[in-house]
């Protein structure tokens, strides 16, 4: 099992360009979300998905675009990358909709620079 | 809104002894769940325990245990006998039965072993 794989580990962006980070999970869970690291901090939650077809902001969602196509698939776009989006950004899977039981299972993070 | 407060941003302890990071959390919630997740240098974000609102046990994983007081909103992680490899980055979060986006992080805990 695979679990949550995250592509790319790094990747170094000018100011407004754009890119895609990809998210997988091969354990049929329902949920999925993006979370944003920054130095000193904990995670905070920048898009959620409770199923194919159904996102809803977090806390930090400005400058990001989700889409959910498929149960496995939970890709973040980056817009118009600015400096204050340099960050290590993780995706996360739950097995049902983000009830207070459900253990959420973290990829590997990727690193982004914006220069 | 949930809150999770961890008042201790680093932490020593010797090898094989036993140490407490605190975590205190804010919610008005009924049903809520507190988990613990270890973050090696390495940057993977690692599940450790977890614990319900409603157990009355104090949860244990192996050498972690949660030192749950609900009256005091706090859920205290415990790891005995520590080893070397316990050095980390340790953050306490809260979910609730509100759907989706309420997982919240604290700031979390550098915990560094001595040999």
């Known amino acids: 099992n695979a679990g949550v794989t995250q592509t790319p580990k790094f990747q170094v962006l000018k100011t407004g360009q754009s890119m895609t980070l990809q998210c997988a999970q091969d354990?049929?869970?329902?949920?999925m979300s993006w979370y944003r690291q920054d130095p000193g901090m904990g995670l905070r939650l920048i898009h959620y998905?409770?199923?194919?077809?159904?996102?809803d902001q977090g806390e930090v969602p400005n400058g990001y675009n989700v889409s959910r196509s498929t149960t496995e698939d939970f890709p973040l776009r980056l817009l118009s990358a600015a400096p204050s989006q340099t960050s290590v950004y993780f995706c996360?899977?739950?097995?049902?909709?983000?009830?207070?039981?459900?253990?959420?299972?973290f990829g590997p993070g990727t690193r982004l620079t914006v220069l | 809104a949930q809150k999770i407060t961890q008042t201790q941003p680093g932490m020593f302890v010797q090898e094989k002894e036993a140490v407490t990071l605190d975590c205190t959390y804010d919610?008005?919630?009924?049903?809520?769940?507190l988990f613990w997740y270890k973050q090696p240098s390495s940057g993977e974000m690692i599940f450790l325990i977890y614990?319900?609102?409603?157990?009355?046990q104090n949860a244990t994983e192996g050498r972690y245990s949660l030192n749950f007081q609900k009256a005091r909103k706090s859920a205290n992680l415990v790891i005995s006998a520590s080893q070397l490899g316990d050095s980390a980055m340790y953050f306490c979060?809260?979910?609730?039965?509100?759907?989706?986006?309420?997982?919240?992080f604290g700031p979390g805990t550098r915990l560094s072993v001595l040999p």
């Open positions: 614990q319900g609102s409603y157990d009355e």
């Open positions: 998905s409770v199923g194919a077809g159904i996102t």
């Open positions: 996360a899977s739950s097995r049902t909709s983000g009830r207070a039981t459900d253990t959420q299972y």
């Open positions: 919610t008005s919630d009924q049903s809520y769940g």
């Open positions: 354990m049929n869970h329902e949920y």
């Open positions: 979060a809260t979910m609730n039965d509100n759907y989706g986006q309420n997982f919240v």
